[in-house]
Nanobody, 123 residues
Framework: QVHPVESGGGLVQAGGSLRLSCLAS????????MGWFRQAPGKEREFVAQ????????LYADSVKGRFTISRDNAKNTVYLQMNSLKPEDTAVYYC????????????????WGQGTQVTVSS
């Protein structure tokens, strides 16, 4: 069982940057990788980025490619989401998920979720 805990959200002006952190506590040896999702008001939760613990392979949503970078620190059991060139459209609650395996060729199977951290980008 993995218990992700997000931090680092806040209010930022458009064009600014934030770095989110996700500490994966618990039985992290059973976690295949981690991912970030977000949910804006009135919209469904959408995939943002993911990373494999072992290989470091990453996958990004088209909407954040070139602006967001996901990384991991295996020693700290922590993943990060560096968000640059933020846009008002990035405003959402950002959730960190722990994956137990893959779905299809690249997508992860997420089993555990954090409480979320609010990111608000003002214009």
């Amino acid at each position: 069982q993995v218990h992700p805990v997000e931090s680092g959200g806040g209010l930022v002006q458009a064009g600014g940057s934030l770095r989110l952190s996700c500490l994966a506590s618990g039985r992290t040896s059973s976690s295949y990788g981690m991912g970030w999702f977000r949910q804006a008001p009135g919209k469904e939760r959408e995939f943002v980025a993911q990373i494999s613990w072992s290989s470091g392979n990453t996958l990004y949503a088209d909407s954040v490619k070139g602006r967001f970078t996901i990384s991991r620190d295996n020693a700290k059991n922590t993943v990060y989401l560096q968000m640059n060139s933020l846009k008002p459209e990035d405003t959402a609650v950002y959730y960190c998920g722990a994956a137990a395996g893959q779905l299809g060729s690249t997508a992860f199977r997420y089993r555990y979720w954090g409480q979320g951290t609010q990111v608000t980008v003002s214009s």
